[in-house]
């Protein structure tokens, strides 16, 4: 799926020059260039140029254009994300054998900034996906990766990730739902709650408990839709993150495999940290496409908006602000492309740095969007303007793969361990 790129369209146009308004509609923002400080090509390969072409085209002909409807009407875009596997982005870190892309982790960040000026809601449930498809490729066994990882990587199926209970959310490790083994099966009982996907999706991979209290006693399975005792709560109503639903998993006497576990009995929770790590790098690169679409938003209305007979872009006030949110961007792209570097390469530093920028990604990213909005005045809080959306759908990175306090115990118990 490397070859994806080379059918790129030569200078397609960024995603957020389309920003939508209420129906489709599209801002009418000047045709300008980026300003090479803030640049997301810059320092890239050629290779890495041209799937970024790609994943921009994509945002601005595919996603952009309805991320508004798709928003007010809470439509999961099972259509257009198909079409983004066409282009490899299914399983963008999967291997090629069973139908990936094999690109890099970084490579993968790239991508998931790109598309997330299109709509970050999507890009996000996407990176949830990919995530998925990439724990059964790396840690299922070869039966396992060439059921699973094929449809998963076409999207001809969805995946969602089951961690967080209604009782364990930062200390996943206390998590309740069980597994008794019976012969060759597994019977679940239990619960999940805030699942990306829930419902609207085809599997589902669940940390369990099959074994004592703690981390060792828990394991991972994959649960496809339509198993009986399989059921799901009512769609949550939620701030952001309207295009991908969002539901409790439900789990009464489910019996699964005992062949659809992934890795060993107690394996599971340290599955799913290893997978997090890889979430965290995603999501704070949905959170960079957000605050660079935001900040060029932003630029565009500084420029068109005039009061007191000048153009706001003539207020120095407002210049240092905008001058801060490009810096912070430039930080934060930084920060998440090092992390993302060390993890490809399984450093020992890997998972501290993939915290770290998570926390600093996505706390920077919201500031940013929340001031561009800002800059709009009254407009902002409209929702014709885009800039409201990416504030709504980038508020609940700080939450999510791990909450930002979370974050800051992971880097303070490595410094004070070190």
């Not at 959170?287 to 000048?310: D, I, M, N, P």
């Not at 490809?344 to 600093?360: G, H, I, P």
């Amino acid at each position: 799926r490397r070859g994806a790129a080379s059918s790129a369209p030569s200078g397609a146009a960024m995603a957020w020059r389309a920003a939508p308004r209420r129906l489709g509609a599209v801002l009418p923002l000047r045709r300008r260039g980026i300003a090479s400080c803030i640049d997301p090509s810059a320092g890239l390969t050629e290779e890495q140029k041209e799937f970024q072409k790609v994943a921009l085209d994509f945002a601005t002909k595919e996603m952009a254009p309805h991320m508004a409807e798709w928003d007010e009407k809470e439509i999961f875009p099972v259509e257009t994300m198909r079409k983004a596997a066409q282009l490899g982005f299914g399983g963008i870190y999967v291997k090629p054998d069973v139908g990936g892309s094999g690109l890099s982790r970084l490579d993968t960040s790239i991508i998931f900034e790109a598309l997330s000026t299109g709509c970050t809601s999507t890009t996000a449930y996407m990176s949830i996906h990919n995530m998925c498809a990439w724990m059964i490729d790396t840690f299922g066994n070869e039966e396992q990766r060439r059921r699973f990882c094929p449809s998963l990587c076409s999207m001809e199926k969805f995946a969602s990730y089951c961690l967080t209970e209604p009782g364990s959310g930062s200390d996943a490790a206390s998590l309740l739902t069980s597994a008794k083994r019976k012969g060759d099966t597994y019977v679940l009982n239990g619960s999940k709650a805030f699942i990306s996907g829930g419902g609207d999706t085809d599997l589902y991979l669940v940390m369990c408990r099959t074994g004592g209290p703690g981390p060792k006693g828990i394991s991972c399975v994959v649960l496809e839709k339509g198993t009986p005792g399989l059921s799901f709560g009512k769609k949550e109503k939620k701030v952001g993150w309207n295009s991908q639903p969002t539901r409790a998993v439900i789990f009464e006497d489910c019996v699964v495999p005992v062949g659809n576990r992934l890795g060993a009995e107690g394996q599971g929770f340290s599955i799913a940290m290893k997978g997090l790590n890889g979430g965290r790098i995603n999501i704070a690169s949905c959170s960079l496409g957000a605050a660079h679409a935001s900040v060029l938003l932003a630029q565009e209305h500084l420029t068109v908006r005039k009061q007191f007979g000048e153009p706001l872009a003539n207020n120095q006030y407002l210049q240092f602000r905008l001058a801060e949110m490009a810096t912070r961007l430039v930080a934060a792209r930084l920060m998440v492309r090092s992390a993302a570097r060390a993890l490809q390469e399984e450093r020992e530093d890997a998972a501290v740095l993939c915290s770290m920028a998570k926390l600093f990604a996505t706390d920077e990213c919201f500031a940013i969007c929340n001031q561009a909005l800002q800059m709009h005045g009254g407009y902002g809080y409209l929702k014709d303007y885009a800039v409201q959306q990416f504030v709504r759908d980038i508020r609940v990175h700080q939450i999510l793969e791990g909450t930002n306090e979370v974050m800051r115990m992971i880097v303070a118990r490595n410094l004070l361990q070190g």
